[in-house]
């Protein structure tokens, strides 16, 4: 694919002639940005709208699929680990492709924009234009987890992504359940006070009737003036919801305060 031509080409390379005429980059093929990978006979090329595999016998599509339009397209290369494609998507989104189906399988939503990624030894690397950062795969992780879990109940690293995985899953209660268990075992883990923060933040606007337990529990976490700052704009947001006006205003003054200071 030149990147100066409007065609997508496949040579053999035995004899360096063409194995099929050239394809324009419409249909199917409109906005395509890289060959991501070549799995079990198939071309899989990546655009700004989709993915589509292409038969390397012939050039035919052997399937096609469209992001959806909220993620705006690709942030990066992505990593091929048989017989899945892991992408990264501009709006944080991580998606694991099943090369056989056509079909997104995962989705993950990471705190940092994604870059150019690679899979290696059950963890993404994500190389971002400021930044190198290492994410956890679901599979191994919950394995991992589960082995440390079967040693020892208590161990904070396991409890923290079982935690994690619970919530990806949409189990609001028994994430955090877990990531309060991991905390109470490690006070000090960086991480366990952070992924429990974040959580509780953002049941904030969920949780109503218990918005006051909620605040008293959040309150002792943060450490950090961007956290304070998280806190005062979520809590005047509930505020406002709950007609509690003055109340928010003042939370709103508080977080003027603090972002000046950012």
Request: glycine residues 8%; proline residues 6%; negative net charge.
């Amino acid at each position: 694919t030149p990147p100066d031509s409007g065609e997508l080409h496949c040579l053999d390379l035995v004899t360096g002639k063409p194995a099929w005429p050239p394809r324009e980059r419409t249909n199917s093929l409109a906005g395509m940005l890289y060959v991501g990978c070549v799995h079990q006979g198939k071309a899989i090329v990546v655009g700004k709208r989709g993915v589509t595999a292409v038969n390397l016998k012939d050039g035919t599509d052997a399937w096609t699929m469209s992001f959806d339009p909220q993620a705006f397209g690709p942030a990066g290369r992505g990593s091929y680990s048989q017989p899945h494609y892991w992408l990264p998507l501009v709006n944080g989104e991580l998606v694991k492709i099943d090369l056989e189906a056509g079909k997104v399988v995962e989705k993950s939503l990471t705190e940092m924009p994604l870059g150019n990624v690679i899979v290696h030894r059950g963890e993404l690397v994500s190389l971002g234009p400021d930044y190198l950062a290492t994410y956890f795969l679901r599979d191994s992780a919950e394995q991992k987890a589960n082995e440390l879990l079967a040693k020892n109940p208590h161990d904070a690293w396991a409890l923290t992504r079982k935690g994690e995985i619970a919530l990806q899953d949409g189990k609001q209660a028994e994430g955090l359940e877990m990531l309060r268990a991991a905390h109470r075992q490690q006070p000090a883990d960086e991480t366990a006070r952070q992924r429990l923060l974040k959580s509780l933040l953002g049941s904030l606007a969920e949780n109503h009737p218990q918005y006051a337990a909620l605040v008293a529990e959040i309150e002792p976490l943060i450490s950090q003036p961007a956290e304070r700052a998280e806190f005062l704009r979520k809590t005047a947001e509930v505020l406002v919801q709950k007609g509690a006006k003055r109340e928010a205003f003042e939370n709103y003054l508080a977080l003027a305060t603090i972002s000046a200071q950012l």
